[in-house]
């Protein structure tokens, strides 16, 4: 089959060796191709004002936080597998039972800590998106009251004290985040 962009429209005469023409179904059709095809590299808007706000969506802030806490909590988790592995072995012991010991240790710890993390991301994720939807503004106090949050409503289950404690310290992490990355986008050129 002839490309109609290199046999322009009845140009076309390639010819088998019998001496017949070939036939080209697209030699009489003029498809805009480029039109079709150059797509635009910028994010497309329905509304001028979505295009002001440098913000992601409340779904692709859930997929973000979570995989990021997941990803970390996992990464963490078999690294302190690793170490309660090597500090629980025992001399003499055969080599497939230590790798047994590190795969085990590790794959447990990273498990259970990636889905702490994860859980803790989805939270603060959903949080933080209830927060813009319902005040309509994207600043620090949807930060720090989705660390709030997600502090107290990750450890409500112990008491009250212990929620208390949680969602002041997520307040705390998340506004310390909210300032570290005000000032690194204030003070680092990139």
Same mark, same amino acid.
């Given at each position: 089959?002839?490309?109609?962009?290199?046999?322009?429209?009845?140009?076309?005469?390639?010819?088998?060796?019998?001496?017949?023409?070939?036939?080209?179904?697209?030699?009489?059709?003029?498809?805009?191709?480029?039109?079709?095809?150059?797509?635009?590299?910028?994010?497309?808007?329905?509304?001028?004002?979505?295009?002001?706000?440098?913000?992601?969506?409340?779904?692709?802030?859930?997929?973000?936080?979570?995989?990021?806490?997941?990803?970390?909590?996992?990464?963490?988790?078999?690294?302190?597998?690793?170490?309660?592995?090597?500090?629980?072995?025992?001399?003499?012991?055969?080599?497939?039972?230590?790798?047994?010991?590190?795969?085990?240790?590790?794959?447990? #710890? &990273?498990? +259970?800590?990636?889905?702490?993390? @994860?859980?803790? !991301?989805?939270?603060? =994720? $959903?949080?933080?998106? *209830?927060?813009?939807?319902?005040?309509?503004?994207?600043?620090?106090?949807?930060?720090?009251?989705?660390?709030?949050?997600?502090?107290?409503?990750?450890?409500?289950? #112990? &008491?009250? +004290?212990?929620?208390?404690?949680? @969602?002041?310290? !997520?307040?705390?992490? =998340? $506004?310390?985040?909210? *300032?570290?990355?005000?000032?690194?986008?204030?003070?680092?050129?990139?």
């Amino acid at each position: 089959m002839a490309d109609p962009r290199l046999f322009p429209s009845g140009s076309d005469d390639r010819r088998e060796p019998s001496g017949r023409r070939l036939y080209n179904p697209y030699q009489d059709l003029n498809i805009p191709y480029k039109q079709l095809y150059d797509l635009p590299t910028s994010p497309e808007f329905l509304f001028q004002e979505e295009s002001i706000a440098q913000r992601r969506s409340w779904g692709e802030n859930l997929t973000y936080y979570t995989g990021i806490g997941y990803l970390s909590g996992a990464v963490g988790g078999a690294a302190f597998g690793l170490r309660e592995a090597a500090k629980g072995a025992e001399p003499g012991e055969p080599l497939k039972i230590r790798a047994n010991r590190v795969l085990n240790s590790c794959g447990s #710890n &990273g498990r +259970r800590y990636g889905n702490t993390l @994860g859980v803790i !991301g989805l939270m603060y =994720a $959903g949080i933080e998106s *209830a927060m813009v939807a319902a005040r309509d503004q994207d600043d620090w106090i949807n930060s720090v009251a989705a660390g709030l949050g997600t502090g107290a409503l990750f450890r409500a289950a #112990n &008491g009250p +004290r212990s929620a208390t404690i949680a @969602g002041a310290v !997520g307040g705390i992490l =998340a $506004g310390g985040a909210t *300032a570290f990355k005000q000032v690194g986008r204030r003070y680092v050129p990139i």
